[in-house]
């Protein structure tokens, strides 16, 4: 099937797989929280890198309503400054964290770019990949989701913003390559979760672009998750540190629940919560 035919079906609760389909089927967007085993992350790096410290801070998501636990062991933080880490390095730095957080029973995400390092997590128990160079950037990936037959959310992406381009249409022309790759490795269309990568290779401006324009999307007929938390065009509106940054965060995140976003991943899991399901009752009593 053609990315184009592709873009053309919506992904109903009853073609989608079992997690999609309890995604769609929500009254409020599901919550995906943050937890990175990281040294370098741009708002939380070091704080999670001892087994103890990630656990609690998985079981601490969980209590406050997290429908997800997104686990990443590189920084892909969106702007300069972020290394590189070997699939090894990454790979050890999930080891001793990855198998208790599965064991919490949460659907467990693995944030990663890497097909070795999705395949180790998958094998311990994570449910779910995260690939922020949506299917792009390893050519293994495809393949590996082909097989394990998961869901995949696949995130917009570019090494270098570039404030004189049409950003809309690059995240379009982008998805449609993802979708080539995905149909032509075998991955069920109904697999599939779309990011527009808010923060990722994109100006501040081009990132609330992407917010205010994201129902422009829904042509791909896919659920949206977006990830907006602590993201730097907070602080091109109102200048704040990463972790000032909860206001802005929410707003962002219950525009994009607005304009359809399914998912919502973010740092700040009670209040994320919190402002979803009041933002829901509330239209829920419009006549």
Known sequence: ?????????????????????????????????????????????????????????????????????????????????????????????????????????????????????????????????????????DPDMAPLLAERNVPVIVMHNRDSADDTIDIMADVIAFFRRSLDIAAKAGIPHGNIVLDPGIGFGKTPVQSMTMLARLNELDIFG??????????????SVMPSEPQARLGGSIAAHLIAAQRGAKLIRAHDVAETVQALRVATAIEAQKI
């Open 222 to 235: 896919l659920p949206i998750l977006v990830g907006a938390s602590r993201k730097r065009f907070i602080a």
């Open 1 to 137: 099937m053609s990315a184009s035919s592709q873009s053309q079906d919506t992904v109903t609760a009853a073609v989608a797989h079992p997690l999609v389909r309890a995604w769609l089927e929500r009254p409020y967007s599901a919550v995906m929280g943050v937890l990175n085993v990281t040294p370098d992350s741009f708002s939380d790096g070091g704080n999670f890198t001892t087994p103890a410290r990630a656990l609690a801070q998985a079981r601490r998501m969980i209590f406050e309503g997290a429908d997800i636990i997104d686990v990443g062991a590189e920084s892909t933080r969106p702007y300069a400054g972020a290394e590189a880490v070997p699939a090894g390095d990454e790979i050890a730095r999930l080891r001793p964290v990855l198998a208790g957080v599965v064991a919490l029973g949460l659907p467990v995400s693995i944030d990663s770019m890497k097909a070795a390092v999705v395949r180790f997590a998958l094998d311990q128990g994570a449910q779910i990949a995260n690939d922020v160079w949506g299917l792009q950037r």
